[in-house]
């Protein structure tokens, strides 16, 4: 199963992310999938402001993982955002301990996490990321997490 979301715009694939982050509960790891420049930050940024995030959301491509206090009424406190883009093995992102660091109130979203998929030693969620033209984004989300959710993916591809 899948949901599938288009985006015509930067701002339209910002605000998925803020209305995806309703659907986010603490202990979550998303994966996020796609080609250089195909969203995956954009959208985290709209994450970050559906989870009250205060502080401006940049790419962590260097540092690795971000973490961004959250002030949001589901009680997730943390919003760990990760860039493993540049690691060279598998042990680096089992370093980042993304699966310990979500279980204090955090969720993470890891960009170019399909990567190193194997080494999160939990039920995850994808977002897929295909560019359709210069503009046009289109976002599919699967995985073993959405499954208890689906009525809220429903309302989420239609909103
Ligand atoms: N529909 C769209 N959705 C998302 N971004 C779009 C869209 N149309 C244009 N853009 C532009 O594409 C770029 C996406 O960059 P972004 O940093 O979010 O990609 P990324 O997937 O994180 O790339 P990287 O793999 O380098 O981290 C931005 O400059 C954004 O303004
Ligand atoms: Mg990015």
Redesign the pocket.
């Known amino acids: 199963m899948s949901w599938r979301r288009s ?8 605000a998925a992310g803020e209305q995806f982050a309703e659907l986010l509960v603490s202990g979550d790891v998303v994966l ?1 999938s ?12 709209g994450v970050a402001r559906g989870l009250g995030v205060k502080e401006r959301v940049t ?1 962590p ?1 260097f540092t690795m993982v971000h973490e961004h206090r959250c002030h949001h009424a589901s009680g997730i406190v943390t919003l760990h955002h990760a ?1 493993v ?1 540049r690691v060279t093995s598998l042990a680096e992102v089992l370093d980042l301990a993304i699966g310990e660091l979500v279980e204090e109130s955090g969720v993470a979203l890891v ?2 996490g399909e990567l190193a998929a194997s080494v999160f030693g939990r039920d995850v969620m994808t977002v897929r ?1 295909e ?1 359709d033209d ?4 289109t976002l599919e989300v699967s995985g073993a997490l959405t499954i208890a959710r689906g009525e809220a993916f429903d309302d989420w591809t239609g909103a």
Do not use: I, M, N
Not at 7 to 14: I, K
Not at 134 to 137: H, I, S, T
């Open positions: 985006c015509a715009t930067a701002l339209a694939c910002e996020l796609g080609q250089l420049g195909a969203g995956k930050t954009t959208f985290t940024k790419s491509t860039d883009y960009e170019w990321f560019v210069d503009e046009v984004r």
